[in-house]
T-cell receptor
Framework: DTEVTQTPKHLVMGMTNKKSLKCEQHMGHRAMYWYKQKAKKPPELMFV???????INESVPSRFSPECPNSSLLNLHLHALQPEDSALYLC??????????????FGPGTRLTVT | AQKVTQAQTEISVVEKEDVTLDCVYE???????LFWYKQPPSGELVFLIRRNSFDEQNEISGRYSWNFQKSTSSFNFTITASQVVDSAVYFCALSEANFGNEKLTFGTGTRLTIIP
C-alpha cells in the first residue's frame, strides 16, 4: 500500500479563519513533507519532518504552522492567510535513511482557496 | 546549487506515437538521485522511477523507458505507443545526498497531451 491520504480535498476560508489540513500514511515512513503548488508550477517544499521532528522549514510565513502528532499523521494549521496563499497543498512521505534518498509518495492534495 | 531543466513546456502527439521528455540536471555532488513523477489532472503526483548516480543502466517498464547519461547530465523519459491516459504533467526531480534532509528540486514540468 503506497497511499497517502489528505483531508479535506477542497477548502475555502476567509482571511480571518483558522483551519487545518490533515495528512495520513500507513507505510511506516518516518519522513513527511508539506508542499505548496501554484497553477502551472512545480511543487515548492514548505516543511520536512524526520522522525516526528521538524528538520526543514523553507522560510515559510508563521501563518502556516506544521504539526506531526505521531509517525503516521501530519497537520498543517492555517491562520490569517492571504489570497495569494490559495494553492494546492500536497503532503508526501518517504522512507528515512542516512545512506540513501528515497522516492516520496504524494497524497491527492487539498485545494485551498482564500477569500 | 542543484538545478533541473525541462526545456519542453508542452508537447502534443497523436495517440500511438512515441514521445520523449527531456530532463537536464546540474549538481556538484557525486552522489545524487533522479526521479520522474506524473501529475494527471486530478492533481496527485505519481512516482514513476528513481535512479541513483552510480547506476547508469537504462530501464524499461512496459511502455515507459528511461535513458540516464551522466556524460550529458540528462535523464530522459520515453513513452512508447502513447495513450490518452498518458496525458499529464511530467516532472523530473533531483535529490542530493543530504541524508536525513531530503529536498527534491523539481523541474518546471512538461505538459503532455495525447490526441486521440
Amino acid at each position: 500500500d503506497t497511499e497517502v491520504t489528505q483531508t479535506p480535498k477542497h477548502l475555502v476560508m476567509g482571511m480571518t479563519n483558522k483551519k487545518s489540513l490533515k495528512c495520513e500514511q500507513h507505510m511506516g515512513h518516518r519522513a513527511m513533507y508539506w508542499y505548496k503548488q501554484k497553477a502551472k508550477k512545480p511543487p515548492e517544499l514548505m516543511f520536512v519532518y524526520s522522525y516526528e521532528k521538524l528538520s526543514i522549514n523553507e522560510s515559510v510565513p508563521s501563518r502556516f504552522s506544521p504539526e506531526c502528532p505521531n509517525s503516521s499523521l501530519l497537520n498543517l494549521h492555517l491562520h490569517a492567510l492571504q489570497p495569494e496563499d490559495s494553492a494546492l497543498y500536497l503532503c508526501a512521505s518517504s522512507q528515512e535513511s542516512r545512506t540513501s534518498s528515497y522516492e516520496q509518495y504524494f497524497g491527492p492534495g487539498t485545494r485551498l482557496t482564500v477569500t | 546549487a542543484q538545478k533541473v531543466t525541462q526545456a519542453q513546456t508542452e508537447i502534443s502527439v497523436v495517440e500511438k506515437e512515441d514521445v520523449t521528455l527531456d530532463c537536464v540536471y546540474e549538481t556538484r555532488d557525486t552522489t545524487y538521485y533522479l526521479f520522474w513523477y506524473k501529475q494527471p489532472p486530478s492533481g496527485e503526483l505519481v512516482f514513476l522511477i528513481r535512479r541513483n548516480s552510480f547506476d547508469e543502466q537504462n530501464e524499461i517498464s512496459g511502455r515507459y523507458s528511461w535513458n540516464f547519461q551522466k556524460s550529458t547530465s540528462s535523464f530522459n523519459f520515453t513513452i512508447t505507443a502513447s495513450q490518452v491516459v498518458d496525458s499529464a504533467v511530467y516532472f523530473c526531480a533531483l535529490s542530493e545526498a543530504n541524508f536525513g534532509n531530503e529536498k527534491l528540486t523539481f523541474g518546471t514540468g512538461t505538459r503532455l497531451t495525447i490526441i486521440p
